[in-house]
């Protein structure tokens, strides 16, 4: 039986609960236009997931509207990334 990293094996039942089942029902090319779009948005003058980093990196990130700004332009680049990472693990696992 496998248990990967991101499986919850339930004694009780006999089965694993894949936690990120979720994410991999979410197709790629879903994942690549919200990253574009809303971590490329507004595209002038500069792009508003740039510039919540720049702040981020230079400490002034600290208004709750600007970490929930950074939170919701980041997220659809993050889980992209997540996804792509679980898909090359799972390749190399066999």
């Known amino acids: ?14 089965t694993t ?7 991999d029902k979410i197709p790629y090319p879903l994942l690549i236009v919200l990253s574009l779009t809303l971590g ?15 702040m981020l990196l230079a400490g002034e990130l600290v208004r709750p509207v600007d970490i929930f700004d950074l939170l919701m332009h980041a997220s659809p680049v993050v889980l992209l990334i997540v996804k792509a990472g679980r898909a090359l693990g799972s390749n190399r696992r066999g």
Not at 4 to 13: D, F, N, Q, T
Not at 17 to 23: K, Q, S
């Open 17 to 23: 609960d894949n936690t990120m089942n979720w994410l």
């Open 1 to 14: 039986m496998d248990c990967g990293i991101s499986a919850i094996y339930y004694p009780e039942r006999g």
């Open 40 to 54: 490329l948005a507004p595209f002038t003058p500069i792009p508003h997931l740039a510039e919540k980093m720049k």
